[in-house]
């Protein structure tokens, strides 16, 4: 089984920075994308960033110049940097981590795995 540990979160005001983690544990060969979500109240969840296990990036264009995200393949840890946060920012932030399998034919099949969620509030 995998885990993933997210910690970070907090009240920060406008214009402030906050930086996520999130490090995932257990039987975690194959496993490489690791990105972060997040869901506002009354609305869907929606990519923030993600990362390859080769350190390529992608970024949703509202976060773009004012989030980083990384990885620390050692540790099994990926970290959103988040700069200039704006209260449209307020979100529970959650991680995400992509894991590969062949199934029983030998098709590659996908499995995502979810961390608990981290509340991020950013006053006006």
């Known amino acids: 089984q995998v885990q993933l540990v997210e910690s970070g979160g907090g009240l920060v005001q406008a214009g402030g920075s906050l930086r996520l983690s999130c490090a995932a544990s257990?039987?975690?060969?194959?496993?490489?994308?690791m990105g972060w979500y997040r869901q506002a109240p009354g609305k869907q969840r929606e990519l923030v960033a993600d990362?390859?296990?080769?350190?390529?990036?992608n970024y949703v264009d509202s976060v773009k110049g004012r989030f980083t995200i990384s990885r620390d393949n050692a540790k099994n840890t990926v970290y959103l940097q988040m700069n200039s946060l704006k209260p449209e920012d307020t979100a529970v932030y959650y991680c995400k981590l992509q894991c590969q399998y062949h199934d029983y034919y030998g098709v590659r099949r996908f499995r995502d795995y979810w961390g608990q969620g981290t509340q991020v509030t950013v006053s006006s």
């Open positions: 257990g039987s975690i060969f194959g496993c490489n994308d």
């Open positions: 990362v390859t296990v080769g350190g390529s990036t």
